[in-house]
């Protein structure tokens, strides 16, 4: 037997106590007889002999009671039983320790568990049962590879500095590399701490066939700092419901909440800042329901690149409490508007003109004789209203500008006679075939079909006859029925989409994409000889969301990444990756990203080495750190905001596919309330089995007999 503190076995000095009392009681006294005492004499013997009997048992369980307590505190342990070789605790040791610092640990219900101060206590716990000549490898979740081997006091240094990430903590790698470390250990000894909540998201086991176990006998100590009865409320989503982004309209947000570890509801504040600024406030009584949802509306008052925020009220983990997004509100749109006939364009002129007050659409007047010598990279759409030809070299600027983002209306002449160059256009933009035989003057057809539900139409109804249009397909009154009285037959692509069609479906309006563009066909001219839609109060709020809804910009919302994932964010076509990028962190460091080049395009790599925070990233230009040309969201994941912990059992079953779930191989402590118990489970596998508890049970059952017969003494 060892004893983990044996300068407590002098207190065993105490058990004599009660024999000492016992011995000065027994003191003789002179006896001085009486007569009336005279009886007592005849007294049986065998009476007398059982209180005596009495009295030593007594003095032997209190005896008994200091011993086993005082043996309790000195902490023996019976060595070699279901611990490891007796050689561990003779020899210097390799030590990996594995410190979750996803943004889980962050959970602090102000009063007793704040996870993260409790989980460096125990990492520093671990330290202290090593030595200053022991190998100590500690390594942080988030870290992309197994730091170099520490001694004691550097390790300590180390814990202090640390900080929780933005990262998920994932069990499978980092336990590969642990074993990648320890291969090359200095020491036979090995040991591996993890130190976690234990969330059951981080113990999923990659889809592979096979796992890598270590080819060496290595000890696995896991340490759980997850407290009993956690309660959390988190966002799980943010989502942008507006598809067009337009100056001084209100964007659509919905976001969602869920509780857990709740029984009851709770009310809660939904606040949404664009740019930092308060734009709108909204309550919400949160169920314990999976999700709970909340839509709010927020007008921007700002154009340009907007940063969005949601968040909800403080609680017990503050991490998942905001969510980010962005999108662009372009302060203007070029538009190049190509015409053979300046009274083609005179209604769609107009319409765009009226819109914010001739301030947003720029527009560029060319005859079409003029269109070859244009340049296309200039403009944010291109209209061609009713050209009457087209040159090989305008259909191949218009293929290459649509490619690289441009957005392209295109208007198509009734009375076409060289219809093959249009054909092979709109062959050219995937989206589709003209024909010059459609709709004559003598049989005009009504549109039978329009997909409200369209992004295209979304804000151009209000109100009631916004919900009743999102749940039709067909005019609900007479002055919605549009009528096509000449136009030329389009015949769309399987991949363009017929918003507007008639006589079953042939296409009037169709949008398609091409590459990363898009193109937006209409069979015949803006102009009320063609049709009555240039003369319906839909025209105006149609024509500017085309042009909308074609530009790249206006679609801008920025691309989102949950954090610790890989991607890529592709580079608006003006950009250049040549001139150098800088990205802004949301804590306001940069770095120089990774950027690939394909087919002319350049892409931004995203990897959780570099993008290693939550929040809103901003891509400049080096030389020119206000100018802004893109933004990157990265989001926490999700599963962060789950309050449920993995219990032994379960872990032991993990573990086992690497070799580690042995009986003298695996520990596992729960460490939410004290650090002690750790230094219990390490020195309870290196030495042995400790009976302290056990000492401790003994004493008290002690205490409940020693109780029952001094009261059956005393009557």
């Given at each position: 037997m060892i004893f983990l503190n044996p300068a407590i076995l002098l207190g065993l000095l105490a058990a004599g106590v009660p024999i000492l009392i016992h011995l000065l009681n027994l003191r003789r006294k002179r006896q001085m007889e009486f007569s009336t005492l005279a009886l007592l004499k005849h007294i049986e013997s065998s009476s007398l002999r059982t209180f005596k009997i009495r009295q030593w048992i007594l003095l032997l369980i209190r005896s008994l009671i200091i011993f086993f307590l005082v043996s309790s505190f000195s902490k023996p342990i019976f060595s070699g039983y279901l611990a490891g070789s007796d050689f561990s605790s003779r020899t210097k040791t390799s030590a990996f320790i594995l410190l979750d610092n996803s943004p889980s640990m962050g959970y602090n219900d102000r009063l007793r568990n704040d996870q993260w101060k409790q989980a460096k206590a125990a990492a520093l716990k671990i330290i202290d049962n090593l030595s200053?000549?022991?190998?100590?490898?500690?390594?942080?979740?988030s870290m992309r590879e197994a730091p170099p081997s520490l001694t004691a006091s550097e390790a300590k240094k180390r814990i202090a500095q640390s900080e929780l990430s933005s990262l998920p903590f994932r069990a499978e790698p980092n336990i590969y590399k642990a074993i990648g470390a320890l291969v090359s250990a200095q020491h036979l000894n090995r040991e591996i701490y993890i130190i976690s909540d234990f969330q059951p998201k981080d113990f999923v086991l990659a889809d592979s066939m096979f796992t890598v176990?270590?080819?060496?006998?290595v000890k696995l100590y896991l340490v759980s700092i997850a407290p009993k009865d956690k309660k959390n409320a988190g966002i799980s989503d943010i989502d942008v419901l507006t598809k067009l982004f337009e100056p001084s309209k209100p964007v659509r947000t919905e976001?969602?909440?869920?509780?857990?570890?709740?029984?009851?509801?709770?009310?809660?504040?939904v606040s949404l800042r664009l740019n930092g600024k308060l734009a709108s406030e909204t309550a919400i009584d949160l169920a314990p329901s999976p999700t709970?949802?909340?839509?709010?509306?927020?007008?921007?008052?700002?154009?340009?690149?907007?940063?969005g925020e949601v968040s909800t009220d403080s609680d017990n983990l503050d991490a998942d409490n905001k969510r980010f997004f962005s999108f662009y509100i372009p302060e203007k749109l070029n538009v190049l508007l190509a015409y053979s006939d300046l009274s083609d364009v005179a209604f769609l002129k107009l319409a765009l003109e009226s819109f914010q007050n001739g301030r947003f659409f720029d527009l560029t007047f060319a005859p079409e004789q003029t269109l070859d010598a244009r340049d296309f990279s200039k403009f944010d759409v291109v209209v061609l209203c009713g050209l009457?030809?087209?040159?090989?070299?305008?259909?191949?600027?218009?293929?290459?500008?649509?490619?690289?983002?441009?957005?392209?209306?295109?208007?198509?002449?009734?009375?076409?006679?060289?219809?093959?160059?249009?054909?092979?256009l709109l062959q050219s933009l995937g989206a589709g075939d003209l024909r010059a035989e459609g709709v004559k003057p003598s049989a005009p057809a009504t549109v039978e079909y329009v997909d409200y539900r369209h992004p295209i139409f979304d804000g151009i109804f209000s109100g009631e006859a916004s919900r009743r249009k999102a749940l039709s397909t067909q005019a609900s009154s007479a002055e919605d029925m549009t009528t096509i009285y000449s136009g030329a037959e389009l015949v769309k692509s399987q991949s363009a989409l017929g918003v507007m069609t008639y006589f079953g479906q042939k296409a009037f309006m169709s949008i398609g994409k091409h590459v990363g563009g898009t193109v937006i066909v209409f069979s015949t001219l803006p102009k009320p000889e063609q049709t009555s839609l240039a003369l319906q109060p839909i025209f105006a709020p149609l024509m500017f969301r085309a042009l909308l809804y074609a530009s790249l910009k206006t679609q801008a919302a920025s691309p989102s990444f949950v954090a610790g994932t890989t991607g890529e964010v592709?580079?608006?076509?003006?950009?250049?990756?040549?001139?150098?990028?800088?990205v802004q962190k949301p804590s306001g460091k940069t770095f120089v990203p990774s950027v690939r080049e394909k087919n002319s395009e350049s892409y931004i790599i995203v990897s959780p080495v570099e993008f290693d925070e939550h929040g809103v990233y901003d891509v400049q230009e080096r030389g020119a750190p206000a100018n802004v040309?893109?933004?990157?969201?990265?989001?926490?994941?999700?599963?962060?905001?789950?309050?449920?912990?993995l219990d032994q059992a379960l872990l032991q079953r993990f573990f086992t596919k690497f070799g580690m779930a042995a009986d003298k191989q695996f520990f596992y402590t729960s460490a939410s309330e004290s650090v002690e118990p750790i230094a219990e489970m390490i020195s309870g596998s290196r030495f042995g089995f400790g009976i302290w508890k056990y000492l401790v049970a003994l004493a008290l059952i002690g205490l409940v007999v020693e109780s029952l017969l001094g009261k059956r003494e005393s009557v």
């Open positions: 200053e000549n022991d190998e100590i490898f500690l390594m942080l979740s176990k270590p080819r060496f006998d976001t969602r909440i869920s509780l857990y570890g709740e029984t009851q509801n709770r009310p809660s504040t709970n949802s909340t839509i709010a509306l927020a007008t921007p008052t700002e154009t340009g690149f907007i940063s009457t030809r087209l040159s090989p070299t305008a259909i191949q600027k218009s293929e290459s500008f649509v490619s690289k983002g441009g957005g392209l209306l295109y208007f198509a002449r009734p009375d076409l006679f060289d219809v093959s160059s249009h054909a092979q592709k580079l608006p076509p003006s950009v250049s990756a040549q001139g150098g990028l800088i040309v893109s933004k990157i969201v990265v989001n926490l994941d999700a599963s962060e905001s789950e309050t449920a912990s």
